[in-house]
């Protein structure tokens, strides 16, 4: 049997940001069979599409596409979201809230980055034309070599965290590497 994760991501395919500091976390915390654990991504080409239909339409045919291959393949859902002004704009508080909701009626893990994905892994926010840019440059140094694991295990918003690896940490297909 074999598991898929997929990672659903508010930035789109272009860019690919979000992607780069999530597999890089994957990668340099974990080990993992190759064979039995697959990584998906679905770009959500922004962070209020997390509930529409296209979106779980994809999901939905990664799923089943997975299955296809043995009817023992599962699949896990971790949708990812920015924090953003959580502290300050109660629109971004309730855009929360009501995306933790949608995860947790889904059967989907919720994780979070706070205030967004850029300063959890490199410690500042960054203009939305430098995303692409600066996530390259974190991946070609291997910067998540400088990354803290307990900045990526948080249990609740705090600037500079994730709970990313805590939802990582209960996929038992991956065995999280003494760094």
């Given at each position: 049997m074999g598991v898929q994760l997929i990672f659903t991501v508010e930035t789109n395919k272009k860019c690919n940001s979000d992607w780069i500091y999530i597999k890089d976390t994957v990668e340099h915390f974990y080990a993992y069979e190759r064979t039995q654990l697959k990584l998906s991504v679905v770009y959500l080409d922004g962070k209020g599409n997390y509930s529409s239909k296209k979106k779980q339409k994809e999901i939905d045919s990664l799923i089943s596409q997975y299955r296809a291959?043995?009817?023992a393949n599962q699949s896990k859902?971790?949708?990812?979201f920015d924090?953003?002004?959580?502290?300050?704009?109660?629109?971004d508080r309730k855009f929360l809230e009501d995306a933790e909701k949608f995860?947790?009626?889904k059967g989907y893990e919720f994780v979070w980055f706070c205030k967004d994905v850029e300063q959890v892994y490199i410690g500042k926010r960054v203009a939305a034309m430098q995303k692409r840019k600066e996530a390259a440059k974190f991946a070609e140094k291997k910067q998540i070599?400088?990354?803290a694991?307990?900045?990526l295990t948080a249990v609740k918003y705090r600037v500079n965290r994730s709970n990313i690896m805590k939802v990582l940490d209960s996929c038992p297909e991956l065995i999280r590497k003494n760094s």
């Open positions: 291959t043995s009817k859902v971790i949708c990812c924090c953003d002004d959580y502290d300050s704009k109660q629109e995860c947790k009626d070599n400088t990354v694991p307990e900045n």
